[in-house]
């Protein structure tokens, strides 16, 4: 089925950046000199539009941006936010299953003896209230970044 | 080697790594890779060259700073438009200004020759389609005409739907279209 000239036109505008045109559209393209010669004097006009002659300024701009990161310390791998999560999930969920079945644990019961529960209970408060502590510690930029977006940070 | 050199032979993403193992300098490869792109980003909105250039310089030390949070989930240089864009509109927002997107705004190119006036033409389309958006939309025919980003990048970067990027395009491309008829040369 041939397509008309308007089809093919509307077709070269919904084209994604770097998009195949397509059979239909290429078979159209090569038929049809008028829709063809539109289509390379977009692609010759965006080419033009693009090639930028490289400034002055983007050598200034490196400078200037090494000479401040020379001075910064150094950024440093870190873990991602799911990797803070699951070891804190884990110490709460057994602060809160400890105490309804550690009384059925009774390796534990012979290993620590017999008020154990309460007592690793609290450990495990502790531990949890020091990894959350250092967890917001650890985040002080990104924590600021946040309130500030949503204007909670009085400037 | 020279850092022009280093910059054509070393990734995007080996300089990351380095950088993140204690090479501060391997961050330059980055910077001289991606400053045309930031720069022309901060021109389009500030419409000032040393005002672009402070915030080019502003959105490579926040890249530089949050890079070890840069997990390669996209490419690098989306991650750093993103980056830029958020640098942007909030920079606007403190400033409280009204930002306007000149459809005049002068191009460089050499006065005279077919392609210039080409180029001349596919600004004034570009910038008279940024100029009948709200200002965060306008970027995004930006993002497409000039960093040929697709419409799904751009909607990573500026938040908004995909369908909304695609009618700006789709309606910039048709103008440009239009303003490009006399230059068929048949």
């Known amino acids: 089925m041939k397509m008309r000239h308007e089809t093919a036109l509307r077709k070269l505008d919904e084209l994604d950046a770097g998009q195949d045109?397509?059979?239909?559209?290429r078979?159209?393209?090569?038929?049809?000199?008028?829709?063809?010669?539109?289509?390379?004097?977009?692609?010759e006009a965006l080419r033009s539009y693009r090639a930028e002659p490289a400034s002055e300024e983007e050598g200034l701009v490196a400078q200037r941006v090494m000479a401040a990161v020379r001075l910064m310390p150094s950024p440093q791998q870190d873990f991602a936010l799911r990797d803070w999560i699951l070891p804190a999930a884990i110490i709460a969920l057994s602060m809160f299953l400890l105490p309804l079945f550690g009384k059925n644990l009774g390796f534990m019961e012979s290993l620590f003896g017999p008020g154990y529960v309460f007592s690793l209970a609290l450990v495990l408060g502790i531990a949890f209230t020091a990894y959350s502590a250092f967890f917001i510690a650890t985040h002080l930029a990104e924590l600021q970044t946040y309130l500030e977006k949503r204007g909670l940070l009085p400037r | 080697?020279?850092?022009?050199?280093?910059?054509?032979?070393?990734?995007?993403?080996?300089?990351?790594?380095?950088?993140?193992?204690?090479?501060?300098?391997?961050?330059?490869?980055?910077?001289?890779?991606?400053?045309?792109?930031?720069?022309?980003l901060g021109q389009s909105f500030f419409h000032d060259q040393d005002e672009a250039a402070d915030f080019a310089q502003d959105v490579f030390i926040k890249a530089y700073t949050a890079l070890a949070s840069f997990r390669g989930r996209s490419l690098f240089s989306t991650w750093l438009l993103r980056i830029a864009y958020n640098t942007a509109i909030n920079s606007?927002?403190?400033?409280?200004?009204?930002?306007?997107?000149?459809?005049?705004?002068?191009?460089?190119?050499?006065?005279?020759?077919?392609?210039?006036?080409?180029?001349?033409?596919?600004?004034?389309?570009?910038?008279?389609?940024?100029?009948?958006?709200?200002?965060k939309q306008a970027l995004c025919i930006e993002l497409y005409f000039y960093y040929e980003l697709k419409y799904s990048e751009i909607s990573e970067i500026?938040?908004?739907?995909?369908?909304?990027?695609?009618?700006?395009?789709?309606?910039?491309?048709?103008?440009?279209r239009e303003r490009l008829e006399g230059f068929g040369g048949e």
Do not use: W
């Open chain 2, 1 to 40: 080697m020279s850092a022009a050199g280093e910059t054509r032979e070393t990734s995007d993403e080996e300089a990351i790594g380095r950088v993140l193992d204690g090479d501060a300098e391997a961050f330059e490869v980055l910077v001289r890779r991606h400053s045309a792109r930031v720069l022309r």
């Open chain 2, 92 to 135: 606007k927002k403190r400033k409280r200004e009204q930002i306007s997107l000149d459809p005049e705004i002068e191009m460089a190119g050499e006065p005279g020759t077919d392609v210039a006036h080409m180029r001349e033409e596919t600004a004034k389309a570009v910038r008279a389609a940024m100029a009948d958006l709200p200002p």
């Open chain 1, 27 to 43: 078979m159209h393209l090569s038929r049809c000199s008028t829709c063809a010669a539109s289509a390379q004097l977009l692609q």
């Open chain 2, 158 to 176: 500026t938040g908004y739907p995909v369908n909304t990027i695609k009618s700006h395009v789709f309606r910039a491309k048709r103008n440009l």
């Open chain 1, 21 to 25: 045109y397509g059979l239909a559209l």
